[in-house]
């Protein structure tokens, strides 16, 4: 069996093996700055929850008591002509049950556009106790025949007779006309304008005709087709000749090619048709 010796090394002459000890203290301060740290951590997330629990108690509180303020007031705005503040609040009034969270904005809604007077209603809650209500009343453009008139999308709203309904033209036509009719009126009335001329009636017969009376008692007949073009010719002979006479005139037809006739008040021999062009003398 070997033995193999080992080699020690020689020491250096007079290095010593010393270990250094630490007395600076930094090791105590180190774990006392991580305890609170912790600490702080611990009290924050503390103070979170305590917040937390008590916004969950808050609100709780602030949306009961909301639901159980009774509402003391009703606000109304809009251009009224036809329906009252008034009769919008008395309208509302019934429907509204329980406190400040519980009346029923939908209902409440369905039920003011269910007013043939009421286009559009806005309803909205206004802390702390107000029920706010923005109206639109519908535009009457026209009445229509004996039910009513004829908003500005043309449709019929059903009303019984109004005073301030008198004034407007009144338009009448077929079942379904009634869109046709309010477009051909708007036209029409677009076109008399600048020359002083407004319809008081404007309709369309059973044979689908169309007929106009204007303000003055004029009676026009103008026909199935081509209203507008049958207008112009009408108003180049108006401009050169018939207003000068319009006080004599009884009705104007224009349901011919390219002229038209004129029948005057006087059953005589001025009474005469004009079946020419435009663009000759009536």
Known sequence: MKIRAQEQKPRKKG???RRQS????SGVLSALGGFFRTL???VAVGVVVAGASAAVVYGKDFVNEAADRPIRNIGVEGQFAFISQEAISEM????IVGGFLQSPLSAIKEKLESNPWIATAVVSRRWPDQLFISIVEEQPIARWS???F???LGEIVAVPAHPRLENLPLLSGNVGQEKSVMHNY??????LRPYGLKVSEFYSDELFSWNVVLANGLRINIGRDQTMEKIQRFLIVYNRELHKRLDQVASVDLRYGNGLAVQWKEATAESERASTAPGEQA
């Open 22 to 25: 630490r007395s600076d203290g």
């Open 186 to 191: 708007q036209q029409l009335a677009q076109m």
């Open 40 to 42: 702080f951590k611990l």
């Open 92 to 95: 509302v009034t019934p429907m």
């Open 150 to 152: 004829l908003n500005h």
């Open 146 to 148: 004996d039910v009513g």
């Open 15 to 17: 290095a010593t093996a």
